[in-house]
């Protein structure tokens, strides 16, 4: 078989199964009820304005801004029948000033009526994971529930055509893209059956090639998805999300295939069919299982076709076949609660690469809380990375097999009466890398440690609260060794009935990195003083010493940054 008559084959096929979801199908963002409306008040405003003062001074190094600037700034919140509409303005006396409108270029409104909601503007929907997925356009949605049953439509923008930039280096020019989706469905939340159908795709009418080798080609995609979810038992759920996408890389290309037949010739009203056209395909399901309130078990298995891509949603990770279990329980009246999985994943499902990836994943976390007081969580996880030959045979030394493995432990204390209150918490985190390819292992293999040390003491009678704390950081391998390590005290105290606020932080670290060796300290008081609740005042300074032993590499310096700041919320 050629390779035309292959890609017509597969497309023959993708067309039918799609052509069977055209047949069944009739021609999110947060809503403001209107069922509510009596009750909302028809134009409220809202907001604040502030002005700030802020110096910067620096000894050892230029200074990495100017010495002394103010500003003003202003926020406006104004609602119309519970529609928000944000307007803000910022001015420096260090810079231009800048108007923002929430953009009303990217304004947009969900009303919503009993079982009806209305989009319109620049929105997002969700009609399943594999086709019109929160992709934002600009344009307008319907979201119908009568009963039992799920509709939805939208028809809008996705992008605005624009030419490219010569003084920008990173400027690509883009066509205008509109596209449309539909859903239907029937059931309730525990069992429902949704079919969808999402067409987007780039404007040619007036297409001329680009001379930059750059520029895309249009594109044009149609996706059918299937979702469901049945409680097959009040214990056992059945879950299912698939869709078929057909993909054109470019829309302009002249080869085009002559399709025969009521479905395929149906189709080829709805997307152009070329050369570049290619099926895909992706789904997951799973099946659950729940013992009880605490204890349950499952398995999930998800496939996704190499390039898999819907123009209705941002990113996919394909090229992958992945099959994992979980579970979950609480022991002990849930004083212990245990959860783990583990999964197979590979990839190149087509076989078109060098090498095939396979992973084994898994993980384990653990909770057991003693009593009120004492408790401690722990987590492990495991993943390998196992390459074997696709296309081409594998040479040994550059076989990438490795293990990473994660281990942390977290004990604490938490006491707390009438007058004061204790917390204590250790952190024990430990990371290996292990490279079985006795080739790499000296290069890669790599060790990482991490310990915290925390407790914090609270006065609950005179607002006060100390914290205290240690770590220490280390990294090693064959070719590299780095530790940090220090301390950490903060003070923070609440005055006048919690009208005035005081805080003070510390830290000081030791750096010990590939012998340039150095410390860090870092101190900020901040001053937050409230005599009304429209009216707040804030005083911050900041001060950062860096220090190095060997002044060839790093240059040491001090930073000193304050601010004042006034606000008025109305």
Not at 258 to 281: D, K, Y
Not at 420 to 434: E, G, K, P
Not at 477 to 489: A, P, R
Request: with cysteine; net charge positive.
């Amino acid at each position: 078989m050629n390779p035309r008559s292959y890609i017509n084959s597969n497309i023959r096929i993708a067309c039918w199964l799609i052509l069977i979801q055209i047949l069944m199908l009739p021609p999110r963002a947060e809503a403001q009820d209107l069922a509510n409306l009596k009750n909302v008040k028809p134009f409220t405003v809202g907001g604040s304005v502030g002005l700030s003062s802020v110096f910067y001074n620096a000894n050892g190094i230029e200074n990495r801004q100017s010495p002394f600037s103010y500003g003003f700034n202003a926020n406006l919140a104004m609602s119309v029948y519970g529609i928000s509409l944000p307007l803000s303005f910022v001015w420096y006396n260090q810079q231009s000033s800048t108007f923002n409108y929430p953009s009303f270029n990217r304004f947009g409104i969900s009303p919503k009526y009993k079982w009806i909601t209305v989009h319109a503007g620049h929105r997002n929907m969700r009609l399943s994971e594999y086709t019109l997925n929160g992709y934002t356009f600009l344009g307008a949605g319907v979201e119908l529930t009568p009963g039992k049953f799920r509709m939805s439509a939208m028809y809008g923008k996705f992008n605005q055509n624009a030419d490219k930039n010569p003084y920008m280096l990173d400027s690509i020019p883009r066509y205008t893209r509109r596209g449309w989706a539909a859903k239907i469905g029937y059931g309730t939340e525990k069992r429902f059956v949704d079919l969808s159908m999402l067409r987007i795709g780039d404007d040619i009418d007036n297409y001329m090639p680009s001379p930059y080798p750059e520029a895309p080609t249009p594109v044009q995609n149609l996706a059918l998805g299937l979702t469901t979810v049945m409680h097959i038992t009040p214990k056992l759920i059945f879950s299912f999300d698939g869709a078929i996408s057909c993909y054109t890389h470019n829309a302009a290309d002249s080869s085009r295939f002559t399709l025969s037949g009521f479905g395929t010739a149906l189709l080829s009203n709805l997307i152009t069919i070329n050369l570049t056209s290619v099926p895909f395909t992706a789904f997951k399901t799973s099946l659950a299982y729940k013992f009880n309130a605490s204890a349950g078990a499952g398995i999930e298995y998800r496939r996704i076709d190499p390039e898999y891509q819907s123009l209705g949603a941002y990113f996919f990770n394909n090229d992958l076949e992945v099959i994992s279990f979980n579970a979950n329980a609480g022991l002990l009246k849930n004083k212990v609660i245990l959860r783990g999985s583990l999964g197979i994943q590979h990839d190149n499902l087509g076989n078109t690469k060098k090498f095939t990836s396979q992973r084994i994943v898994g993980s384990f976390a653990g909770t057991v809380n003693f009593n009120q007081n004492w408790g401690v969580d722990a987590n492990w996880s495991n993943y390998s990375t196992n390459q074997r030959a696709g296309r081409t045979a594998i040479i040994d030394t550059l076989r990438l097999f490795q293990v990473n493995n994660t281990f942390s432990v977290t004990p604490r204390f938490v006491k707390a009466n009438a007058v004061r209150s204790h917390f204590v918490m250790l952190n024990i985190n430990r990371m290996q890398l292990d490279d079985k390819n006795k080739t790499t292992a000296a290069q890669t293999e790599t060790q990482t440690t991490v310990l915290m040390a925390n407790y914090s003491l609270g006065f609950l009678k005179s607002r006060t609260n100390l914290t205290f704390g240690l770590n220490h950081t280390g990294i090693a391998n064959n070719m590299y060794e780095g530790k940090t390590y220090g301390g950490s005290l903060s003070v923070a105290k609440a005055l006048f009935s919690n009208k005035f606020s005081l805080n003070w932080a510390n830290a000081y670290t030791i750096n010990q990195v590939g012998g340039n060796d150095g410390q860090t300290f870092n101190s900020y008081l901040s001053a937050t003083f409230r005599p009304h609740p429209k009216h707040a005042f804030n005083l911050g300074v900041n001060f950062i010493s860096n220090t190095y032993l060997n002044t060839e590499t790093s240059l040491s310096y001090n930073e000193t940054r304050g601010d004042i700041r006034y606000a008025y919320t109305f």
